[in-house]
T-cell receptor, first 114, second 114 residues
Framework: AQSVTQLGSHVSVSEGALVLLRCNYS??????LFWYVQYPNQGLQLLLK??????LVKGINGFEAEFKKSETSFHLTKPSAHMSDAAEYFC????????????FGQGTTLQVKP | EAQVTQNPRYLITVTGKKLTVTCSQN?????MSWYRQDPGLGLRQIYY???????DKGDVPEGYKVSRKEKRNFPLILESPSPNQTSLYFC?????????????FGPGTRLTVT
């Protein structure tokens, strides 16, 4: 069965510092992977997705993620954190059972300190 | 503007009092889904619908019902709510149930059952 693990439920960085949010997946076949962001009192918004094209995926708001098959990872990065990046981030994988379901990680709350 | 809307956004109710959370999308999407979000668990799928009159159970369907009489609407029904259904609920829609398609999320409905 597919699964997603996000390492660290809370990550705190200073404004201007590198953001690194970790995501590892378990899948027996090449996966489709997503990162979503949830701002307070809002729904989830797609940051970026990997669908087996380029392994380095660029998304909105300066975020990017690299698919590493050997490490079964899809970590999210941003070179310089901004206060507006404070939110909860979810990594997800498309379920292979054709239900359309996304399997989500537990989420990581990013705090950005001034 | 392309969007998924949910109503109500906040709801406090008592055990056993039937309620309906509405979901509507204006993107002519075939696929719609309901998730619940609980701390430390990420989002879990409740029900999904491939198209009009086609619905099926997700991972946590107990205590919920859905219907899909029109393409744009996918209401979530709690016939007899219980406190363990206190959660944050999200409706999502997508062009297709196929893998790799982005899901668009509504703003969420925070339900409290006392």
């Amino acid at each position: 069965a597919q699964s997603v693990t996000q390492l660290g439920s809370h990550v705190s960085v200073s404004e201007g510092a590198l953001v690194l949010l970790r995501c590892n997946y378990s899948s027996s076949v090449p996966p489709y992977l997503f990162w979503y962001v949830q701002y307070p009192n809002q729904g989830l918004q797609l940051l970026l997705k990997y669908t087996s094209a380029a392994t380095l995926v660029k998304g909105i708001n300066g975020f990017e993620a690299e698919f590493k098959k050997s490490e079964t990872s899809f970590h999210l990065t941003k070179p310089s954190a901004h206060m507006s990046d404070a939110a909860e981030y979810f990594c997800a994988v498309s379920d292979r059972s054709n239900t359309g379901k996304l399997i989500f990680g537990q989420g990581t709350t990013l705090q950005v300190k001034p | 503007e392309a969007q998924v809307t949910q109503n109500p956004r906040y709801l406090i109710t008592v055990t056993g009092k039937k309620l309906t959370v509405t979901c509507s999308q204006n993107m002519n999407h075939e696929y719609m889904s309901w998730y619940r979000q609980d701390p430390g668990l990420g989002l879990r799928q409740i029900y999904y619908s491939m198209n009009v009159e086609v619905t099926d159970k997700g991972d946590v369907p107990e205590g919920y019902k859905v219907s899909r009489k029109e393409k744009r609407n996918f209401p979530l029904i709690l016939e007899s709510p219980s406190p363990n259904q206190t959660s944050l609920y999200f409706c999502a829609s997508s062009v297709s149930s196929g893998q790799g398609y982005e899901q668009y999320f509504g703003p969420g409905t925070r339900l409290t059952v006392t």
